[in-house]
């Protein structure tokens, strides 16, 4: 039996795309990475163009209540980052190709992090990785060219 009312199944791809994120934040957020299959990823993934993407951002912004920015990462064959600390919440989503990720509490084990050991994953076009703020994060293992489209979440204004 589905439980979900009409009003949460209904609407856009893009509002649909909304309302998973900002839920894996309000179960996640400040405590543990997530890997999340948020339904209408396609219109992220449509919208994938610079000039397309302000109107995601700005509703991301909306619902969950503070600034978010947007940008893209681009990674060739082969293309590795450096490890890097989250210095506010993250949502990495493919737009285009894969690649490897790694997620650990900095330093590992540390403060209210739910996380024990680092996180290792695959990240495909149609999902989508919760990085919380001072969590660090490692992109690697690109077999085809990637891009990523990033979204950095800063906290609610108080």
Not at 45 to 50: E, I, K, Q
Not at 51 to 80: H, I, K, M, N, Q
Not at 88 to 116: K, M, N
Not at 134 to 149: E, K
């Amino acid at each position: 039996m589905d439980f979900e009312s009409a009003s949460v199944v209904g609407g856009t791809e893009l509002e649909r795309f909304v309302r998973d994120v900002a839920l894996c934040l309000s179960v996640h957020r400040d405590r543990s990475p997530a890997l999340v299959w948020p339904d209408g990823v396609d219109a992220v993934v449509a919208r994938a163009g610079r000039d397309e993407a302000d109107e995601l951002t700005s509703a991301l912004g909306r619902v969950l209540g503070g600034e978010v920015g947007s940008s893209f990462v681009e990674l060739p064959l082969g293309g590795r980052s450096a490890a890097s600390v989250a210095e506010t919440d993250l949502v990495l989503v493919p737009v285009r190709g894969s690649c490897g990720g790694r997620v650990e509490a900095s330093p590992p084990g540390q403060g209210g992090a739910v996380l024990q050991h680092a996180l290792e994953l695959r990240l495909r076009v149609g999902e989508a990785l919760y990085v919380p703020r001072g969590f660090v994060y490692t992109l690697n293992d690109v077999h085809t060219p990637c891009t990523l489209q990033v979204f950095a979440v800063h906290p609610p204004a108080l």
